[in-house]
């Protein structure tokens, strides 16, 4: 009898760590999902705006605009919370992103 209910509870256990870690694995997909959709960034680009998210950015390493958005630094965006980039905006829709960046207006 109690090798049954020894054997009982360990089971109990074995199954309340699986659900724990099926729980933890849902939670850590939910809050990738949450960030990459509070990510959305916008740039001015020499006028031209682009709509576009902190995981496209950040996809191609060793490139600028990686480099800008890493984290190790101080960005500060304007009053609307647009990141401005002093160059032609024509030609950057051309070279950096061209299948991934949402042009919402050219100047």
């Known amino acids: 009898m109690k090798e049954d209910a020894e054997t009982e509870a360990a089971e109990i256990m074995r199954a309340a760590r699986a659900e724990r870690a099926a729980l933890d694995a849902e939670k850590a997909a939910m809050e990738r ?35 800008m958005f890493s984290g190790r630094f101080e960005l500060a965006p304007d009053a609307e919370g647009v990141f401005f980039i002093d160059r032609d905006g024509r030609a950057f829709a051309l070279r950096q992103f061209p299948f991934h960046l949402h042009v919402s207006r050219f100047a």
Do not use: E, H, W
């Open 33 to 67: 999902t949450f960030r990459f959709q509070t990510s959305k960034i916008q740039l001015d680009v020499g006028g031209c705006r682009f709509t576009t998210s902190l995981a496209t950015l950040t996809s191609m390493p060793n490139t600028y605009l990686s480099a």
